[in-house]
């Protein structure tokens, strides 16, 4: 049996912003070859995790190592080379073809000025295929719809060959085949994940393990059995979840009804809910 391997440990990892507690006492691993889905309402802290993990935010308190070193000692570059970042908005500021921003993924591996050979053309040119962007290629980024921006900047990640990969709400602006195909193609990339992602059910398709977070600590870690409880996603969630053998896949299928959050456990506090960590759409259920 091949012997694990952290990508990133985290030990008693906090952060602060305007005098408050974003993440608080996180401790994990991430081994490699690990698909790990980082779940939790809006405002858990899943984004500013991810932020400390790619270094946009550094003033954390707490161990984080990547590859067994410190996070710190490695330079922008050096991560750039082992980490790609697919973020929740795509950029909008590109004045740039398609081609273009799929080929900044080549820059952490190239040397300043140098030009596009034979080799890295084709890099970018399979990497659009891969995420059905090649008749665009040409195309003004600005001009593409949202789910094709975030399509191109998955293929940009695809170039960049990283070790992992980091994915904050990658599906966002995705339709279902295009969600289904993003998370598929990053599995079948082989290499490490960590993905924040809103749909449990999708999660629960991909992921290999599950890292639940509320308000900023670390609520379960683990395989779904352990995480993916009917009494962890009411907590969390506040709403009514029901658990039960998903028909297409080993893993399960999560229900949630708006109506019954009002039975809930005491220990939710409705008062201090906010709107958003429940659906707008009393009927939506996923
Ligand atoms: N720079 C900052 N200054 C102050 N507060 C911040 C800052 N960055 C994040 N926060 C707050 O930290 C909390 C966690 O935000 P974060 O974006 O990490 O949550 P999230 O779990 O990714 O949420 P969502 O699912 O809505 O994307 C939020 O309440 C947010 O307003």
Not at 59 to 75: A, C, I, T
Not at 187 to 197: A, F, N, P, W, Y
Not at 224 to 252: C, M, R, W
Request: hydrophobic share 40%.
């Amino acid at each position: 049996m091949a012997l694990s391997f952290p990508v990133f440990e985290a030990e008693e990892l906090s952060w602060q912003a305007s005098d408050k507690f974003i993440l608080q006492q996180l401790s994990f691993r991430v081994e490699q070859g690990e698909f790990v889905g980082l779940i939790g309402p809006n405002g858990a802290g899943k984004s500013s995790l991810l932020r400390c993990l790619y270094r946009k935010i550094t003033n954390y308190s707490g161990q984080l190592r990547f590859m067994q070193q410190p996070l710190e000692h490695y330079s922008r570059q050096a991560l750039a080379q082992q980490i790609a970042v697919v973020l929740q908005e795509p950029l909008s500021q590109f004045e740039l073809s398609v081609y273009e921003v799929i080929s900044m993924g080549l820059t952490p591996h190239k040397r300043l000025l140098s030009f596009d050979n034979q080799q890295d053309r084709q890099r970018i040119a399979n990497a659009a295929a891969q995420v059905d962007l090649a008749d665009k290629l040409q195309q003004h980024f600005n001009s593409l719809s949202g789910g094709e921006k975030q399509r191109a900047m998955i293929a940009r990640a695809i170039v960049q060959q990283p070790k992992v990969l980091l994915m904050d709400e990658p599906t966002n602006h995705l339709d279902i085949r295009h969600q289904l195909e993003v998370l598929a193609l990053a599995k079948s990339l082989g290499i490490t994940v960590l993905v924040s992602i809103h749909d449990l059910n999708l999660a629960a398709s991909f992921c290999d393990r599950f890292i639940l977070m509320n308000n900023g600590s670390i609520v379960a870690n683990g395989d779904y059995q352990s995480v993916l409880t009917q009494t962890n996603l009411e907590q969390v969630f506040g709403v009514k979840a029901e658990i039960d053998p998903h028909p297409f896949h080993n893993g399960p299928r999560i229900t949630f009804d708006l109506d019954s959050s009002f039975d809930l456990d005491s220990s939710f506090d409705l008062d201090n809910a906010s709107n958003s960590n429940r659906p707008s759409d009393p009927e939506r259920s996923s």
